[in-house]
């Protein structure tokens, strides 16, 4: 039987691995600090990986697959010093945000990363995930599978930007949706389960190297055209200028009070990258419209009007559309 550890395995992307693990037949160990369950079939083990004795637990037994999505550099760096030599296969869990620029159209993975961080200083995603890519690349070279995830959407996401669109064309119905001018803007992103796939089937083979893990780059017309005839909204699209909007503190991308997914125009290379190896690596993308259609039930079954990490409420929303000419 295949022994497979994830550190991690009860959030979100992780704990759709762990079960694409038990479903594949696969004995699988989830580390993490207990506070969620963890997938049916799979063994919990407590630990703080900020603790220096997280991986006694672990450190003795042989491991076929480790897979590992943290984002803090020590914590990476710990698990390969106590893990590294008793692991077949290691996959670490990156992000398209380890590249330094943002202005390269079809950029593939041979871009410039961002410099690696350096403890102590102030906290950078980007440069934590380069230097997460170091420790393992330098701890087990020919036996790392390198993933960098672009916007992972789909059912459970507990950031709620992608879903924001659909679930506010349902809630919109007949009535308006303010989105920004959608010219020139484009997205790209992954379904959780495509990912968490390729990531179990390249572990399984023991598939060595890097791969740009995101969908085909759309323009955002057409993600949002997908999105209003899934959700069957009739309303008109009131589409407001970047700088009425921002001059309205609405912001981009995430967060409360945005409009998920616009981004700032003077970032042509971030929805724009090259796939072309995940495709080599048997990487697959399901159809939007499926995307959309199961984030649509789930955004249902949380509330189309609840309160959001990500996005405008609906009333912020209408407050907005009454302030348009
Ligand atoms: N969302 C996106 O669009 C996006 C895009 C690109 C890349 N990514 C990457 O995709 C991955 C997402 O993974 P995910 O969804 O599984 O993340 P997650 O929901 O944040 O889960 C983190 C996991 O790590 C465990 N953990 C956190 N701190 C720990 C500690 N101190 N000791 C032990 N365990 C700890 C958590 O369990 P406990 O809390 O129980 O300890 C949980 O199992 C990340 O690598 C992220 O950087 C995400």
Redesign the pocket.
């Known amino acids: 039987m295949t022994d497979v550890l994830i550190?991690?395995?009860?959030?979100?992307?992780?704990?759709r691995v762990a079960a694409r693990w038990v479903a594949d037949g696969a004995s699988v160990t989830?580390?993490?600090?207990?506070?969620?369950p963890v997938p049916d079939g799979a063994t919990l083990v407590v630990?703080?990986?900020?603790e220096a004795d997280?991986y006694t637990a672990v450190a003795a037994r042989e491991w076929d697959e480790v897979v590992d999505?943290?984002?803090i550099p020590e914590?990476v760096d710990s698990a390969v010093r106590a893990l590294a030599e008793r692991a077949a296969h290691w996959t670490y869990?990156?992000?398209?945000?380890v590249y330094a620029s943002d202005v390269d159209v079809d950029a593939d993975e041979t871009a410039a990363l961002h410099e690696p961080a350096v403890t102590g200083e102030e906290y950078d995603y980007g440069r934590a995930?380069s230097a997460a890519e170091a420790s393992v690349r330098a701890a087990l070279a020919e036996r790392v599978a390198i993933v960098r995830?672009?916007?992972?959407v789909g059912p459970g996401?507990?950031?709620d930007r992608f879903g924001y669109w659909v679930g506010r064309f349902a809630l919109a119905g007949a009535e308006p949706v303010l989105a920004p001018v959608l010219d020139g803007l484009r997205a790209q992103v992954i379904d959780v389960d495509d990912l968490a796939g390729f990531i179990t089937a390249r572990g399984g083979a023991g598939w060595h190297g890097v791969a740009n893990a995101t969908g085909e780059s759309i323009p955002l017309r057409e993600l949002l055209t997908a999105a209003r005839e899934a959700a069957g909204h009739t309303g008109p699209l009131v589409e407001a200028d970047d700088e009425w909007l921002t001059a309205r503190d609405v912001a981009h991308w995430a967060g409360p009070r945005s409009l998920p997914l616009w981004l700032p125009r003077d970032m042509p290379g971030f929805a724009t990258r090259s796939i072309r190896a995940y495709h080599a690596a048997g990487g697959g993308l399901r159809d939007l419209g499926q995307t959309l259609r199961r984030t649509l039930s789930d955004e249902r079954g949380r509330g189309l009007d609840r309160e959001r990490r990500s996005g405008l409420s609906r009333a912020e929303e209408l407050e907005l559309l009454a302030q348009r000419p």
């Open positions: 550190l991690g395995g009860t959030g979100w992307l992780s704990g989830c580390l993490a600090r207990g506070g969620r630990a703080d990986r900020a997280a999505i943290s984002s914590h869990v990156s992000s398209l945000s995930k995830p672009g916007l992972i996401d507990p950031t």
